[in-house]
């Protein structure tokens, strides 16, 4: 009884555990043909409905499903772009000005990336 009465007192009075402390997510990994300026002609022609730069890119040989999974990687989900349509935002690939990363911003109101507005 003695033993157990020991070990509680100890458990109570131990440091806690230390855990890893949670990473945010890194941004994804660019592929070889996007660029920032190529970037943003993706998300005005997905928020405009205008599908050039898709012809565009499908002539220099990249296919469709690779540039919407792109745009899909920058946050370009259906959602957001419903959200931009409907409140006539401007989307745009913006650079975070605590972290300087760069990340898809809903408009120019928009200036911290979704790893700091948390902090």
């Not at 998300?43 to 599908?51: A, G, N, P, Q, Y």
């Not at 959200?83 to 990340?103: E, N």
């Amino acid at each position: 009884m003695k033993n157990s009465k020991d070990a509680a007192v100890r458990a109570a009075h131990s440091p806690p555990e230390k855990t890893a402390p949670s990473t945010p997510p890194s941004p994804p990994e660019r592929p070889p043909w996007a660029t920032l300026s190529l970037d943003q002609r993706i998300i005005d022609s997905l928020i405009s409905e205008d599908m050039s730069v898709l012809r565009y890119l499908s002539a220099c040989g990249v296919n469709e499903a690779s540039v919407r999974a792109h745009a899909r990687a920058l946050g370009m989900t259906h959602e957001f772009i419903k959200q931009c349509r409907l409140s006539g935002t401007r989307p745009a690939m913006r650079t975070c000005v605590k972290c300087d990363a760069t990340f898809l911003s809903s408009g120019i109101h928009n200036r911290l990336c979704h790893r700091c507005i948390p902090r």
